[in-house]
């Protein structure tokens, strides 16, 4: 599983995070224990708690990329055993064989030993 949108850190720990229409923020969990931390059921997997603001470390958003054959690409999804390649320029999409999936937008299935995965954090406000 990769890391893809907006998280924060509370207690020492990164959560997906949305902000809700007062100010706070709704950290999610799919850890079962951390309902001992005060999150509430959302579903049998999902555990959600509402925090305020200045609870919270940290807000950022994680933009997942990749290394292929010496170049950059985004990544759009990924499993245990295979990443989704994305990019929206032609000729990087050609010299790889990426494929037309919209008017701007190539994309690969690749096996994920053939990727270096990383991420970029960037602080959101």
Same mark, same amino acid.
Do not use: W
């Given at each position: 599983?990769?890391?893809?949108?907006?998280?924060?850190?509370?207690?020492?720990?990164?959560y997906?995070?949305?902000?809700?229409?007062?100010?706070?923020?709704?950290l999610?969990?799919?850890?079962? =224990?951390?309902v001992?931390?005060?999150?509430?059921?959302?579903?049998? +997997? &999902?555990?959600? !708690? #509402?925090?305020?603001?200045?609870?919270?470390?940290?807000?950022?958003?994680?933009?997942?990329?990749?290394?292929?054959?010496?170049?950059?690409? =985004?990544?759009s999804d990924?499993?245990n055993?295979?990443?989704?390649? +994305? &990019?929206s320029? !032609? #000729?990087?999409?050609?010299?790889?064989h990426?494929?037309?999936?919209?008017?701007?937008?190539?994309?690969?299935?690749?096996?994920r030993e053939?990727?270096?995965?990383?991420?970029?954090?960037?602080p959101y406000?």
């Amino acid at each position: 599983m990769i890391r893809k949108g907006l998280y924060a850190a509370y207690n020492e720990r990164d959560y997906e995070c949305y902000e809700t229409e007062n100010g706070c923020v709704k950290l999610i969990s799919y850890d079962e =224990g951390d309902v001992a931390n005060g999150f509430i059921p959302y579903n049998d +997997t &999902t555990f959600t !708690k #509402e925090v305020p603001r200045d609870a919270v470390e940290e807000v950022f958003f994680v933009a997942p990329y990749a290394t292929y054959q010496n170049e950059t690409f =985004g990544v759009s999804d990924a499993s245990n055993h295979r990443v989704l390649l +994305t &990019t929206s320029e !032609k #000729e990087k999409a050609d010299k790889y064989h990426f494929q037309r999936t919209d008017k701007y937008l190539y994309e690969k299935h690749v096996l994920r030993e053939e990727v270096k995965l990383m991420e970029k954090k960037t602080p959101y406000s």
